[in-house]
């Protein structure tokens, strides 16, 4: 059980203990052998929060609508010029809605739930493929139908489905996406 889950876990989940809780976070993240790490409160939490259980209590916490505003304002702070590469559920269509390029990859459950199962156990976690699954189709199911911020590609979206797609690939087709929008020619 990562070490942030033990501590924030007996927190009580209302509105008011968790803006109380984000006012005093201290969120950065740094590039340490090329690979983004996210820090918080001075502490390296880049493989804690990829723990299921920190990932399925984002969706249940982003329920709370005075909560999701204030986090909105956090997550507009990171941007910086010349700008950003923000991934999440809902960058585009809520809190970049004027991103100049936005993608949504979409990819089937089973697929998801594979590349997340595999993800986990490079970086060490013991998990369980068709737990992983069941969580994750939870999540979309939570996601899609909440209405505060829900899981939808903006409707100025590039979308792509990844399912039978390498990362190479995916890589490429948004490469050449992004070449074509902003007219650059390497």
């Known amino acids: 059980m990562s070490l942030l889950w033990s501590k924030y876990s007996k927190l009580k989940f209302n509105e008011k203990n968790l803006i109380l809780l984000c006012k005093c976070l201290n969120v950065k993240f740094e590039i340490k052998k090329n690979k983004l790490h996210t820090?918080?409160?001075?502490?390296d939490v880049t493989l804690e929060i990829l723990d299921e259980k920190i990932v399925c209590i984002a969706s249940k916490i982003s329920l709370f609508p005075i909560l999701r505003k204030f986090l909105i304002k956090i997550?507009?702070?990171?941007?910086?010029?010349?700008?950003?590469?923000?991934?999440?559920?809902?960058?585009?269509?809520?809190?970049?809605?004027?991103?100049?390029?936005?993608?949504?990859?979409?990819?089937?459950i089973k697929e998801r739930a594979i590349r997340r199962t595999i993800?986990?156990?490079?970086?060490?976690?013991?998990?369980?493929?068709?737990?992983?699954?069941?969580?994750?189709?939870?999540r979309d199911e939570l996601d899609i139908n909440r209405s505060i911020s829900p899981l939808i590609p903006d409707s100025q979206s590039?979308?792509?489905?990844?399912t039978l797609l390498r990362t190479e690939e995916v890589i490429d087709i948004i490469f050449n996406y992004v070449k074509k929008i902003k007219k650059i020619f390497i």
């Open 75 to 108: 997550q507009k702070n990171f941007y910086k010029i010349p700008g950003l590469i923000a991934e999440g559920r809902d960058m585009g269509s809520v809190v970049f809605p004027e991103a100049e390029i936005k993608i949504f990859l979409h990819a089937s």
């Open 158 to 162: 590039f979308i792509i489905d990844s």
């Open 119 to 138: 993800q986990l156990q490079k970086k060490g976690f013991n998990v369980n493929f068709n737990n992983i699954m069941y969580d994750m189709k939870k």
């Open 39 to 43: 820090i918080l409160n001075g502490k």
